[in-house]
Antibody, heavy 120, light 106 residues
């Protein structure tokens, strides 16, 4: 059974940092691209960042470029999102998600989400 | 960036009704369009990928069509458990983008 378990969310002041983790199990982690998607309070879904299976290709939304860093450790089956210079509009639930297929970024499994709150 | 729009933003229908949601891309995205269902307090669930392929385990009353810039999600016979918000998403080019969502009520 595929499982994705996010952790690392919490309350942080503007300008602060957090590191989110997503522990994966039930599939060959290194074979699949992975993604972070966030959802602000009462808002829609926003794609944040994605990384290829081997980790060599990484993409970011313009809203987080230069502040967030995505990485993965395939030996630990874990995805990471380092978030720096956090702003109030980064507040929301952060989901990690697994690509369904190579070359098609549709997300067939999602974690339960971890809440990030940026507030003073 | 490719912008995605959806219509309507919300709808109310009766059980058994046929429901259609439209998604439009600001430029051609071939068939790189996917549909998700999200219920309150839950993570999104993949319904349809590459415009018309039904995800494993999704009821056959859900179907998708379209290519290029215009796409539709159809629920052939609305059920109470289909109350949710539906999002389209393009994966043609980064940054990947979602539509604003369509809220479906009974």
């Amino acid at each position: 059974e595929v499982q994705l378990l996010e952790s690392g969310g919490g309350l942080v002041q503007p300008g602060g940092s957090l590191r989110l983790s997503c522990a994966a199990s039930g599939f060959t982690f290194s074979n699949y691209a992975m993604t972070w998607v966030r959802q602000g309070p009462l808002k829609g879904l926003e794609w944040v960042s994605a990384i290829s299976g081997p980790g060599g290709d990484i993409y970011y939304a313009d809203s987080v470029k230069g502040r967030f860093t995505l990485s993965r450790d395939n030996s630990k089956n874990t995805l990471y999102l380092q978030m720096n210079s956090l702003r109030a509009d980064d507040t929301g639930i952060y989901y990690c998600a697994k690509n369904r297929d190579v070359g098609v970024a549709a997300y067939d499994y999602w974690g339960q989400g971890t809440l990030v709150t940026v507030s003073s | 960036d490719i912008q995605m729009t959806q219509s309507p933003s919300s709808l109310s229908a009766s059980v058994g009704d046929r429901v259609t949601i439209t998604c439009r891309a600001s430029q051609s995205i071939s068939s790189y369009l996917h549909w998700y269902q999200q219920k309150p307090g839950k993570a999104p669930k993949l319904l349809i990928y590459t415009a018309s392929s039904l995800q494993t385990g999704v009821p056959s009353r859900f179907s998708g069509s379209g290519s290029g810039t215009d796409f539709t999600l159809t629920i052939s016979s609305l059920q109470p458990e289909d109350v949710a918000t539906y999002y389209c998403q393009q994966s043609y080019s980064a940054p990947l983008t979602f539509g604003p969502g369509t809220k479906v009520d009974i």
